[in-house]
Nanobody
Framework: QVQLVESGGGLVQAGGSLRLSCAAS????????MDWYRQAPGKQRELVAR???????NYADSVKGRFTISRDNAKNTLYLQMDSLKPEDTAIYYC?????WGRGTQVTVSS
């Protein structure tokens, strides 16, 4: 059974940093294309970052240069390093693999 469990969210001031983690079970992270999505209040869920099984990465324009997606194969965990955070980054962040979603972790950036 596939499980994705996010952690690492919290409240941070603008300009600060957070690192989100997505601990995966039931899949092998290094063999999988996995994504981070986010959903802000009143908005649709949007793709933030993607890492392919081969290790290539893609980012939404709004986070390029500030966010970094990575993985730890030994820990079977996907990460999202978020730097230079802005209030508009406030959202629930979700880990995704195909049709499987975690429950999300709340990120709140104060101005």
């Amino acid at each position: 059974q596939v499980q994705l469990v996010e952690s690492g969210g919290g409240l941070v001031q603008a300009g600060g940093s957070l690192r989100l983690s997505c601990a995966a079970s039931g899949i092998i992270v290094r063999l999988s294309s996995m994504d981070w999505y986010r959903q802000a209040p009143g908005k649709q869920r949007e793709l933030v970052a993607r890492m392919s099984s081969g290790g290539s990465t893609n980012y939404a324009d709004s986070v390029k240069g500030r966010f970094t997606i990575s993985r730890d194969n030994a820990k079977n965990t996907l990460y999202l390093q978020m730097d230079s955070l802005k209030p508009e980054d406030t959202a629930i962040y979700y880990c995704n693999w195909i049709t499987y979603w975690g429950r999300g972790t709340q990120v709140t950036v104060s101005s």
